[in-house]
């Protein structure tokens, strides 16, 4: 079955440290791999995106994931983090349709 | 341009009450998807519609059911709450139905429905 594996349910990191969400995916083929972010409240904004081709991909915000095939990762990271960083984050996968599978989420706690 | 708007935002329901829950899609949209999210876990797939017609739906019983309007506009019926289907109920909508084609679900805030 397609599923998505979001390891980390808190992570906490210092302001200015660099950050690494890991995110397993489980597909038979490759598939559209997403990150989202949740603040409190709110709905889900996406960061970025992995359809093809490059394995690094830029987001918004700062945030970059690397796709690897070899390890079926999707790890987002981030060299320097700010407070305002705080918020749930999701990865989530699909094998082309709009029907998104989502990990679990993890919860990031910025220390000031 | 408006994002996708859902309505209403929060409410409150007894065990047993039917609810609907409105989205609007951004304007141009022709998809619309629901997903149901707990507290404390990622997003549910609950239904896709494209040009009205339901394009795909998850694992979820019969007591939930949508539909799509000519407007692209939708709707999620719940019947026969449960305790456990307290949730935020998400709404995003694309292009078309597929991601492949138009890369990307743009998810409205949710409307939080709370059952006692």
């Known amino acids: 079955a397609q599923s998505v594996t979001q390891p980390d349910i808190h992570i906490t990191v210092s302001e200015g440290a660099s950050l690494e969400l890991r995110c397993n995916y489980s597909?038979?083929?490759?598939?559209?791999l997403f990150w989202y972010v949740q603040s409190p409240g709110q709905g889900l904004q996406l960061l970025l995106k992995?359809?093809?081709?490059?394995?690094l991909v830029q987001g918004i915000k700062g945030f970059e994931a690397e796709f690897k095939r070899s390890q079926s990762s999707f790890n987002l990271r981030k060299p320097s983090v700010h407070w305002s960083d705080a918020a749930e984050y999701f990865c989530?996968?699909?094998?082309?349709?709009?029907?998104?599978?989502f990990g679990t989420g993890t919860q990031l706690k910025v220390e000031l | 341009d408006a994002g996708v708007t859902q309505s209403p935002t929060h409410l409150i329901k007894t065990r047993g009450q039917q609810v609907t829950l409105r989205c609007s899609p951004i304007s141009g949209h022709k998809s619309v998807s629901w997903y149901q999210q707990v507290l404390g876990q990622g997003p549910q797939f609950i239904f896709q519609y494209y040009e009205k017609e339901e394009r795909g739906r998850g694992n979820f019983p019969d007591r939930f059911s949508a539909r799509q309007f000519p407007n692209y506009s939708s709707e999620l019926n719940v019947n026969a709450l449960l305790l456990g289907d307290s949730a935020l109920y998400l709404c995003?909508?694309?292009?078309?139905?597929?991601?492949?084609?138009?890369?990307?679900?743009?998810f409205g805030e949710g409307s939080r429905l709370t059952v006692l």
């Open positions: 992995y359809f093809s081709g490059d394995t």
């Open positions: 995003a909508s694309s292009w078309t139905g597929t991601i492949y084609s138009t890369g990307e679900l743009f």
């Open positions: 597909y038979g083929a490759t598939p559209y």
């Open positions: 989530a996968g699909t094998g082309g349709g709009n029907k998104l599978t």
